[in-house]
């Protein structure tokens, strides 16, 4: 029992250390980002992704992380970027969850209430800081680093369909966010393909080109060969006319031939 009761006081320093890691604002933040990070890190590429970007022009406002989709022209270089910023409204969740826990009714629903208000101004804050279309996207992610803050965030009445409508933003937590980044990646999977094989239909189109000009050539040579073949034939022609005529000449013995032909020894000399 002493071994035990010394093992739950040092678990309680450990979450009293927690607790007060996370009432710092700046810390409180750096662990959502972390959090995003991490499920960012597990689905996409670097190259997919930009850190601390900023998506106006002018703008100190840096966003935490920016997906690069595909622009709307050919370039490698152009390209959307969809804002993701990490926000933990801990007080106003500790709040809710407290009046939860002894049953206050009331006390839960105005705390409900007040998250759904810290939502909202944190769905204002992203739109106002980071939307900026064309270079952006017209929509923008919230990422809930909880998934029981994202739970409650559901259960407030038509709460994420005003943060969608009237801010521009969508409210997700870690699964729901892992699902979303999943189904990027199967379409920049698609587009990768589409891209490739429309440099493959434009290769086979070259090559098109290039075997038609061969075929040109090849009929050329072809008209060659037989122009050459033609002439052989009337040589043949010829030779057989003239051994004809000389059938009926004496053969003369190869001493007189020489005699009377002398080989030609020019080409001899002149190497």
């Given at each position: 029992?002493?071994?035990?009761?010394?093992?739950?006081?040092?678990?309680?320093?450990?979450?009293?250390?927690?607790?007060?890691?996370?009432?710092?604002?700046?810390t409180r933040g750096t662990w959502g980002e972390v959090a995003l990070k991490s499920i960012i890190d597990d689905i996409l590429t670097p190259a997919q992704y930009e850190e601390n970007a900023v998506t106006?022009?002018?703008?100190?406002?840096?966003?935490?992380?920016?997906?690069?989709?595909?622009?709307?022209?050919?370039?490698?270089?152009?390209?959307?970027?969809?804002?993701?910023?990490?926000?933990?409204?801990?007080?106003?969740?500790?709040?809710?969850?407290?009046?939860?826990?002894?049953?206050?009714?009331?006390?839960?629903?105005?705390?409900?209430?007040?998250?759904?208000?810290?939502?909202?101004?944190?769905?204002?804050?992203?739109?106002?800081?980071?939307?900026?279309?064309?270079?952006?996207?017209?929509?923008?992610?919230?990422?809930?680093?909880?998934?029981?803050?994202y739970a409650e965030s559901l259960?407030?009445?038509?709460?994420?369909?005003?943060?969608?409508?009237?801010?521009?933003?969508?409210?997700?937590?870690p699964t729901t966010l892992a699902a979303?980044?999943?189904?990027?990646?199967?379409?920049?999977?698609?587009?990768?393909?589409?891209?490739?094989?429309?440099e493959v239909w434009q290769i086979l189109g070259a090559v098109k080109t290039e075997f038609g000009k061969f075929g040109e050539i090849l009929e050329k040579t072809k008209k060659k060969i037989q122009e050459a073949g033609d002439t052989i034939d009337t040589a043949s022609t010829k030779t057989r006319t003239i051994q004809s005529k000389l059938r009926n000449v004496e053969a003369l013995p190869d001493s007189s031939v020489a005699a009377l032909l002398p080989p030609d020894t020019s080409e001899h000399e002149e190497v």
């Open positions: 029992m002493q071994k035990g009761l010394g093992e739950m006081q040092g678990l309680a320093t450990g979450v009293g250390d927690l607790k007060r890691v996370l009432s710092n604002v700046k106006k022009k002018g703008s100190q406002e840096r966003v935490e992380i920016a997906i690069r989709l595909p622009g709307r022209g050919d370039k490698d270089g152009d390209r959307v970027l969809l804002p993701i910023d990490a926000k933990f409204p801990k007080e106003d969740y500790e709040r809710l969850l407290s009046a939860q826990e002894i049953g206050d009714v009331a006390a839960s629903e105005e705390a409900l209430k007040a998250l759904a208000v810290r939502l909202k101004s944190c769905a204002k804050d992203i739109r106002d800081k980071y939307l900026n279309p064309p270079d952006t996207t017209d929509f923008a992610i919230m990422f809930l680093p909880s998934e029981s803050l259960r407030r009445p038509g709460l994420v369909e005003t943060l969608q409508k009237d801010f521009r933003v969508i409210v997700t937590g979303i980044l999943n189904s990027l990646q199967m379409g920049f999977r698609t587009l990768a393909i589409e891209k490739r094989s429309s």
